[in-house]
């Protein structure tokens, strides 16, 4: 069964609005190599400092995207194309073992 697997394009770029963001996925969509979940956990993080530090959600915002962006695009720069055949139809996890 052929699964394809989708990326975000790198660099993936918004314009900021004061009082909405985007986080996990939605910011930074990853091949499934276990860095996805990690980044959303780090996102939520930050994002729950930045808005309790900050003197209002837009500066809230901008300070959280100003570290989430350069990180995230980083990471899936290094990333790209990592994932290429991992699910494809014989590739997976067992797909070699024998089954008497």
């Known amino acids: 069964m052929d699964r394809p697997i989708h990326a975000l394009p790198v660099p993936h770029r918004w314009t900021t609005q004061p ?25 939520a993080a930050e994002l ?9 959600t837009a500066e809230a915002v901008t300070a959280y995207e100003s570290t ?7 990471i899936a720069a290094r990333l790209e ?14 797909a070699h073992q024998h089954h008497d």
């Open 19 to 43: 009082t909405a963001t985007l986080l996990g996925d939605a910011a930074h969509l990853m091949p499934p190599l276990g860095v996805g979940v990690n980044l959303a956990m780090l996102d």
């Open 48 to 56: 729950a400092l930045a808005l309790a530090n900050a003197p209002t």
């Open 68 to 74: 989430m962006r350069p990180r995230s695009e980083e």
């Open 81 to 94: 194309g990592a994932a290429t055949g991992l699910l494809e139809a014989g590739e997976g996890i067992g």
